[in-house]
């Protein structure tokens, strides 16, 4: 076997900040929770606030916009909205299946243009403006292409190449891409290469399902309603020494009614009980992974890092909305019942819901806002780090940094150098800082500043300082170390400072090619043929 490390990469799909142990949950998460307490845990870890645009940065070292994920999986018409990875960009799997590494993939790829769930029959899977895994660099693949699937009973799925047929009585998604992964893995050391593992989670992202055992387990748990818990968390939070400074808790979000007022409690606790048995039944999966490379003595050879996409989802899953775009029949003819409707309880394959605002506005506690915004409630992850002997952080790490530096941390811990050329194309420069330093204990900070836009919300964040804004909406300027819930604007004390932000936002926009989002929504809207983008 080869000297080299082995690395994998796990990515949840829609999990704030909060819905782990290690960052101060009621969710049973042992096995992450045991990642972070014997690795590193960083708190300011950014993503991009959505699901496509993270995982293209993530993939490739780059802003979405510079890998042509400005958006969506939409063709909007300009290089940075493609809704596909450019050419002149590369995959870690292609950085490093050069350096020698066996590349494996399992999950959700979502960054190869758009599919629409209900007509997977005039689907173009493998074009060049549909590209699959297999075409980016990964030797394996076993998961969905487009965004979201039945857990039970997935629409379109793929094993390499070929579209998965049929699924057993038993079949749920989660476990199915662990199980795929392990096996991926023991391929790779009976080949005696060591291995990258991308495993893409699409939990705890919408529909609610989950076994009934896992329900179970948080049967009665949410009856006290979003207000305790979200206070619960902060205060553990706190308790734990989580941040460098205990930031007051932002204000309940202003379109979430108080928990004592709202209808259909026990719905709604079901919904948030069937939202935490999804996080619960990843985290087994991820412990039924650690175990096998235990067995196949890879484990401390091997370079683990966690983090999750954006953060808490706010949609609303209504009837005449986003489910309108999934299939309403399982893959043996029964009917699904489409939408949030509180006469019906989540979790079961015949169901198709959503956690909606107010538990996502505990999922990313103590922060404001959700995935879409780039507050930080949209934009925060925990990033755990696990390797033996080689990382050790007995207290949380507090040094910003963003999804477009994983890629430059796992070519130093490979011993790899960036490819300039493939396939005729050159590659466009590494926009990331290794976090290698920093994961060791180092005195490290971003040299860079980090920038964040995604439908018009937008930001900038150098060294401490913070500006941010809604759509719309006046710039607002935060001090990071000591109002990190952004509750007080210092904008008018810090003209400045502000002005300077501004100007290096907008020259970073205009040289990505970001698109005014009164300009790009129109066009969004008539690729998705909806009357407006909030599902």
């Known amino acids: 076997m080869s000297d080299k490390p082995n690395i994998i990469l ?14 101060g949950s009621e969710i049973r998460t042992p096995n992450i929770d045991g990642l972070a307490r014997d690795g590193a845990l960083l708190t300011a870890m950014y993503n991009c606030a959505r699901c496509c645009p993270t995982r293209a940065s993530l993939l490739t070292g780059l802003y979405p916009h510079n890998a042509g994920i400005g958006h969506m999986g939409a063709d909007l018409g300009t290089p940075a909205y493609r809704g596909f990875l450019r050419n002149d960009c590369a995959t870690i799997a292609e950085h490093l299946r050069a350096a020698g590494y066996r590349t494996c993939m399992s999950g959700k790829w979502h960054v190869g243009g758009d599919f629409m769930a209900r007509e997977v029959d005039s689907w173009r899977v493998g ?17 969905i292409v487009d965004g979201v699937t039945h857990f039970f009973s997935p629409h379109y799925m793929l094993e390499d190449d070929t579209r ?8 749920y998604f989660t476990d199915a891409i662990t199980d795929r992964a392990i096996g991926m893995v023991e391929e790779a050391v009976e080949m005696e290469q060591p291995f990258f593992l991308y495993l893409a989670h699409t939990a705890p992202h919408w529909p609610l399902h989950a076994h009934p055992e896992d329900i179970a387990r948080y049967d009665g748990v949410y009856g006290r309603g979003w207000d305790a818990l979200r206070n619960s968390r902060h205060e553990t939070m706190n308790a734990m020494g989580l941040f460098q400074t205990n930031w007051q808790i932002s204000p309940r979000d202003p379109d979430v009614c108080p928990w004592e007022t709202t209808p259909h409690k026990d719905w709604e606790a079901r919904k ?48 005449d909305g986003w489910a309108k775009f999934f299939p309403d029949t399982t893959h043996d003819g029964r009917h699904i019942e489409m939408g949030n409707r509180p006469e019906i309880m989540p979790g079961g394959a015949l169901t198709y819901q959503s956690y909606d605002k ?19 409630g949209g934009i925060s992850t925990p990033l755990i780090a696990h390797w033996p002997g080689r990382i050790a952080a007995p207290v949380p790490l507090h040094a910003a940094c963003h999804v477009v530096d994983i890629l430059p941390t796992i070519l130093e ?20 800082e290794s976090l290698l330093g920093l994961l060791r204990g180092k005195d490290w900070e971003r040299a860079q ?55 290096q936002y907008q020259d970073w926009a205009d040289k990505t090619g970001v698109l005014d989002w009164d300009i790009a929504l129109p066009r969004l809207l008539a690729a998705w043929q909806m009357d407006n983008a909030e599902g």
């Open 272 to 319: 948030m009980a069937t939202y935490a048995a999804m996080v619960d039944r990843m985290d087994q999966s991820i412990g039924t992974l650690l175990a096998a490379l235990k067995r196949m003595g890879q484990f401390d050879n091997t370079l683990i890092l966690f983090l999750s996409d954006n953060g808490g989802c706010a949609e609303f899953m209504a009837e």
């Open 164 to 171: 998965v047929e049929t699924f057993p009585d038993d079949f």
């Open 127 to 143: 074009d060049i403006d549909h590209p699959t895994p297999r075409q980016r660099g990964f030797d394996r693949f076993y998961g």
């Open 413 to 432: 811990v490979a011993g790899a150098q960036p490819i300039s050329e493939l396939g005729g194309h050159g590659m466009q420069p590494l926009q990331g």
């Open 358 to 376: 107010p538990w996502a506005n505990v999922s990313n506690a103590p922060f404001r806002k959700f995935k879409h915004y780039v507050h930080e």
């Open 449 to 503: 500043p980090i920038f964040f836009e995604h439908e018009g919300n937008s930001a900038i964040r150098l060294g401490q300082f913070k500006l941010v804004r809604l759509h719309g909406q006046d710039w607002e300027l935060y001090d990071m170390e000591g109002d990190r819930t952004e509750l007080h604007d210092l904008i008018r004390g810090e003209p400045d400072r502000a002005k300077a932000l501004v100007a």
């Open 10 to 23: 796990i990515l949840a799909d829609d999990l704030g900040f909060a819905d782990l142990g290690c960052t």
